[in-house]
Nanobody, 119 residues
């Protein structure tokens, strides 16, 4: 059974920092690309940051220079370090895993963790 369990969300003031974690189980973690998505009320879910199985990263323009995604294959965990947070970063943040096996793509989601940026 595949599980992605996010943690680290919460309430933070503008300009503050948070680190999200996503612990994966049930998959060969090192084979999967990992990503963080977010969804604000009334908006579509959007990609925030992603890291490939090889360690290449990409970011949404809105978070470049402020957020850093990283992975620890020994701990089956992906992180999202968020700094200089803005109110518009407020959203539910979801962990995502994508991998290929037998010619099929497998995609898994976590349950989400809320990030609220407010004074």
């Amino acid at each position: 059974q595949v599980q992605l369990v996010e943690s680290g969300g919460g309430l933070v003031q503008p300009g503050g920092s948070l680190r999200l974690s996503c612990a994966a189980s049930g998959i060969i973690f090192s084979f999967y690309g990992m990503g963080w998505y977010r969804q604000a009320p009334g908006k579509q879910r959007e990609l925030v940051a992603a890291v490939t199985s090889g360690g290449s990263t990409n970011y949404a323009d809105s978070v470049k220079g402020r957020f850093t995604i990283s992975r620890d294959n020994a701990k089956n965990t992906v992180y999202l370090q968020m700094t200089s947070l803005k109110p518009e970063d407020t959203a539910a943040y979801y962990c995502n895993a994508k991998g290929w096996r037998g010619g099929l793509e497998y995609v898994y989601w976590g349950q989400g963790t809320q990030v609220t940026v407010s004074s």
